[in-house]
């Protein structure tokens, strides 16, 4: 089993993140023969064929070897989409005299909480693109399989 990534800082949300995408007890199932597809990369059109597939019938192998979500979960879209809204907010509240409006302290902006935010709403989302979810709810009746970390033993 590899160790899990190493996310700064190790706050609750972020720990709720891991738990979701790269679950510490996580154990990889065993390969069950043939499959109809094997995905990989669980970013998020990894993520959504395997959940297509899997929804019509197919058996489905999904493997990751780092956290379920890929870029747009874990790095990209969701993270700066967060910090991009506070931004915006930001700026709302500094340009506000030019619409009329008088606000009695002006907008400082804690990054702080702004990065707590963000790895909050990530860590929401992951619930979406856990591993649990796309085993059991989007695998039901055994037709998809999670396989991270390590991916798929070789078998002779």
């Known amino acids: 089993m590899h160790p899990p990534p190493e996310l700064e800082p190790r706050d609750e949300h972020n720990e709720h993140l891991l738990a979701n995408v790269h679950p510490r007890d996580w154990r990889n199932p065993a390969p069950a ?10 970013g998020t059109a990894g993520l959504i064929t395997a959940a297509v597939a899997s929804g019509l019938g197919a058996k489905v ?30 700026h709302e509240a ?9 606000l009695d302290a002006a ?3 804690d990054f702080a909480a702004v990065m707590r935010r963000m790895r909050q709403i990530r860590a929401r989302i992951s619930e979406d693109d856990s591993a649990r979810r ?23």
Do not use: F, W
């Open 33 to 42: 023969g043939r499959y109809n597809l094997v995905v990989i990369g669980a």
């Open 61 to 90: 192998a999904l493997v990751e070897r780092a956290l379920l979500g890929g870029d747009c979960l874990n790095a990209g879209c969701v993270p700066s989409k967060a910090v991009i809204r506070s931004a915006r907010r930001a």
């Open 94 to 102: 500094r340009a506000a005299a030019e619409i009329g409006l008088r």
């Open 107 to 109: 907008a400082d902006v």
């Open 134 to 156: 796309y085993q059991t709810e989007l695998g039901a009746g055994g037709t998809a399989t999670v396989l991270s970390r390590e991916g798929p033993q070789a078998r002779s």
